[in-house]
């Protein structure tokens, strides 16, 4: 059984779902994607994602026809696999269609570009093997990257600061996606030890300090789920 966390902005909280391997993800119109190909690579018992995210996918792959194959979605930021900042942390990027041929991929990709539900397609000289889809959200506090974020906020992108900062043994908000006053003090103390202005405020210094260590550390003593 994993448990699946998904933000759901229309009531700015985040739902929490059990589900079998082969059953599909919460929001999955038509068992377009499963747990188990959401899941890719990932080892992790709890999984997350943006409702947002899912309900693009729901209409790419409406519009496509076919069934989209789905060769990595998701990773905790402490098992790694992309960059630092990496939109597969927060649970709302696809690198998919690794299995069509270049041209059915430049289809794909110039469908879900037309279709404007996707916040990022990345070019086909960047992804020429594979198509990459992702419904982040922005702006982003460092270039192409995750969203600053304070007190008060909530989401996925809230969930993989807390998934770094217990990594890195920084405990205190445990792992729900919301900004209360544990993570606030967890950052502030994060912060104090790397020299950075301690705020509480996690923008683009914080985040490229803390997402670097934290990422493919491995499954720390200090890693929790929910």
């Not at 899941?39 to 309900?55: F, H, K, P, Q, Y």
């Not at 110039?110 to 992702?134: C, K, M, Q, R």
């Not at 030890?193 to 210094?205: R, S, T, Y």
């Amino acid at each position: 059984m994993t448990t699946i966390l998904i933000y759901n902005p229309t009531i700015n909280a985040i739902e929490r779902y059990e589900r079998q391997e082969t059953d599909p993800m919460p929001y999955s119109v038509g068992a377009y994607l499963s747990v188990n190909e959401f899941r890719g690579s990932s080892l992790s018992s709890v999984l997350w994602s943006d409702r947002r995210a899912i309900e693009s996918f729901n209409i790419t792959r409406a519009n496509w026809g076919r069934p989209i194959f789905v060769g990595f979605a998701f990773k905790r930021i402490w098992e790694g696999g992309h960059g630092c900042q990496s939109q597969h942390y927060a649970g709302v990027a696809f690198d998919v269609a690794q299995n069509l041929t270049t041209a059915e991929r430049a289809q794909l990709r110039t469908l879900a570009e037309n279709l404007g539900v996707w916040s990022y397609v990345e070019p086909a000289y960047l992804t020429p093997t594979w198509v990459h889809l992702d419904r982040r959200l922005g702006p982003p506090a460092c270039p192409a990257g995750y969203p600053m974020l304070r007190l008060g906020n909530r989401g996925v992108y809230v969930l993989v600061l807390q998934d770094a900062l217990n990594a890195l043994g920084y405990t205190g908000g445990g792992l729900d996606g919301v900004f209360g006053s544990g993570t606030r003090n967890a950052v502030i103390r994060y912060q104090r030890d790397q020299g950075l202005a301690a705020d509480g405020i996690v923008g683009c210094l914080t985040w490229t300090a803390m997402a670097c260590t934290a990422r493919a550390i491995g499954q720390t003593p200090t890693v929790v789920d929910p």
